[in-house]
């Protein structure tokens, strides 16, 4: 059977909604991941910047030039060429933050729910732990002390301190989740079948127990996404992110609102709608994928 007459492509073909938000979200990361080739100007590029074109109105606006379609910032940087390349980062962040807590999060959920015992106990105190805490707040202690304490690192060492920050806060609910499915899989009679004939404890979990957990942590990290992007937004507002001289959609907005009230709008707005745009469609993909994947719902 082709992946054409699966009941997942089927679930697809019958939601509206589905193909929206994937086409928005399709456009804005094929925008993020060619914007070299796709932005008409480089707004890293200090060389290239004009003080002369600083706080540009849109193009339709009074005073706007095609040249810049949504205007341009305080520096003199395109907004929609900042537009395309924040995104870019903003989705690096994002989507390696939640490849990293994922890993974490499954592995000790898988150990915490196969093993039992202290082990179980001790891993579910630490979920507890980082649950008695706002997630927003361990990422904005875990970044501001890795920033204070590696003063003199390049931006390189930043992303890495913002990933970390931000996949460390999120790989409980992945744990938790991971060990209830764990707890009900290990009691059904492949498993026991499978020890029977002699596998492996570390076999049973990676080859027997694991591919069946999957389909809650895909639809997990599919939301997880649109978290970790908002999360890298709100610390990089705060001033705890990426730099200033590579931002990302949370840097820009944090650099329009210091003119929002003077009336250059523009420099914090589209960033903000490019945000909301970003997490809106990756959440409506994580809801089709959940619901497509709960048989209850079938």
Not at 237 to 258: A, Q, W
Request: net charge neutral.
């Amino acid at each position: 059977m082709s992946w054409r007459d699966s009941d997942l492509f089927y679930s697809f073909r019958q939601t509206p909604t589905a193909w929206v938000a994937l086409a928005v979200a399709g456009l804005c990361i094929f925008g993020a991941a060619f914007a070299p080739w796709v932005s008409p100007y480089n707004p890293f590029d200090a060389a290239s910047l004009q003080l002369s074109d600083a706080l540009m109105p849109p193009a339709w606006t009074r005073d706007g030039q095609l040249s810049h379609l949504l205007g341009t910032d305080d520096q003199g940087r395109d907004i929609f060429s900042a537009l395309l390349y924040g995104s870019r980062i903003s989705l690096s962040v994002g989507l390696t933050s939640v490849v990293l807590s994922m890993l974490l999060g499954v592995s000790l959920g898988l150990l915490s729910g196969f093993a039992g015992g202290w082990v179980d106990s001790f891993i579910m105190r630490v979920c507890d732990v980082m649950l008695s805490f706002p997630s927003i707040l361990i990422a904005l202690l875990i970044s501001g002390v890795g920033r204070a304490v590696f003063q003199g690192a390049n931006e390189s060492f930043a992303f890495v301190v913002l990933v970390m920050s931000i996949a460390l806060t999120g790989w409980v609910q992945y744990a938790r989740t991971v060990r209830g499915a764990t707890l009900v899989e290990r009691k059904k009679e492949y498993v026991q079948a499978a020890r029977v004939i002699g596998v492996s404890q570390s076999q049973i979990m990676r080859l027997h127990i694991l591919p069946n957990v999957m389909g809650p942590v895909l639809v997990l990290a599919t939301l997880q996404v649109a978290t970790a992007i908002i999360t890298e937004a709100t610390l990089s507002f705060l001033g705890v992110g990426t730099p200033p001289t590579s931002p990302s959609l949370g840097t820009l907005i944090r650099i329009g609102n210091d003119f929002l009230f003077s009336g250059e709008w523009w420099i914090t707005v589209f960033p903000g709608l490019m945000l909301v745009l970003i997490a809106l469609s990756i959440n409506l993909l994580g809801d089709w994928l959940r619901d497509a994947l709960n048989p209850k719902l079938q």
